[in-house]
């Protein structure tokens, strides 16, 4: 049995599409071997600000050392079920493989996650595994990144736009999916074979 997130499926995404990585850069991205980023470490301070929010609430809050302040003049949907885990077993040439994951939010067949980011580029969530595989594991229809931007002084956050983008379920997309574990996997058992754990 190997265990993958769905975080993982989306670095070997992002390795799979440049064209300049190598493996040994997902290879260390798959073991966590690099420190995270001050925007990595905003942006986790900001899931769980996020996580604890309520309708017409979010103005400023400092989370893990981080002050957000919200200069916005935007409703934003707040999902009533939030952090929710999910797992769901695929079979691979490698073995099973158990995707897990964490979506920030879900409503029904609708799926929400948030994102902080320095700049707004809806191109870069295009491409991603992430909503595919969420709306997959879920039998979703629709998947809604709350898109946030924000400017950093220190560890001073204003956030002053939101972008929600939506994506939606497609016939072939489970399939996509499957395709994606399947190639990671076998890199994790020819490469990682300690990520590989027998009868688990």
Known sequence: MIRLSVTDLESF??????????????LRRLQHLDPPTDQMEAGRAFARLMERATVGEIEWATVDGWRFRFDLDAEIELAPVRELKIE???QTPSGPVTLV???DGTTGKRVR?????QRWDAEKYVDSLQWRAYLAMLGADTFTYDVFVGRYKG????????HPL??????????DVQRAVNELAAIVAHHLPERVVANA
């Open 13 to 26: 995404r992002y390795w799979r599409d440049d064209e300049e990585s190598e493996l040994p850069d997902l």
């Open 88 to 90: 769901r077993v695929y």
């Open 113 to 117: 996650d948030q994102k902080l980011t």
């Open 101 to 103: 994951g964490m979506v």
């Open 166 to 175: 939506t994506f939606y379920a497609y016939p072939d997309m489970a399939e």
């Open 155 to 162: 560890q001073d956050v204003t956030i002053g736009e939101y």
